[in-house]
C-alpha cells in the first residue's frame, strides 16, 4: 500500500505550506511515521519524524520552521511548513520510521520560487 502526500505547490520565499499524509492502518499504528524529501540531484532524506506519543524529531536545517503532527483517529500526519526557502524545493513523501519498503507514493512537489 501506497501512502498518498498531498498539499504541495508553488510558494514564495517566506512563505508557508501545509502537508498532508493519509496512512493505511498497517503502517500507522503504533508507528512512529516521518516526512521525506528529494530534491532533484540529491538522495532522498528524512525531514521529520513523529511517534505515537508525539515526541518529534528535525533535520537541521529545518528546526524551528517546520512542524509535524499526527491525528492518530483519523490515521493522518502533516508537515506545517514555514519561512520557505528554495532549498525546501523537493518532492516530500511519508513513510513509516523506518520507512516501509513498497510503500512510497509519487510525493507531493513543493517548490519554492519567486
Known amino acids: 500500500v501506497q501512502l498518498q502526500a498531498s498539499g504541495g505547490g508553488l510558494v514564495q520565499p517566506g512563505g508557508p505550506l501545509r502537508l498532508s499524509c493519509a496512512a493505511p492502518?498497517?503502517?500507522?499504528?503504533?508507528?512512529?511515521m516521518g516526512w521525506y524529501r528529494q530534491a532533484p540531484g540529491k538522495q532522498r532524506e528524512l525531514v521529520a519524524r513523529?511517534?505515537?506519543?508525539?515526541?518529534?524529531n528535525y533535520l537541521d536545517s529545518v528546526k524551528g520552521r517546520f512542524t509535524i503532527f499526527r491525528d492518530n483517529v483519523k490515521k493522518m500526519i502533516y508537515l506545517q511548513m514555514k519561512s520557505l526557502n528554495p532549498d525546501d524545493t523537493a518532492v516530500y513523501y511519508c513513510n513509516g520510521w523506518p520507512s516501509v519498503p513498497g510503500s512510497w507514493g509519487p510525493g507531493t512537489l513543493v517548490t519554492v520560487s519567486s
Open positions: 492502518s498497517s503502517i500507522f499504528s503504533g508507528a512512529s
Open positions: 513523529i511517534t505515537p506519543g508525539g515526541s518529534t
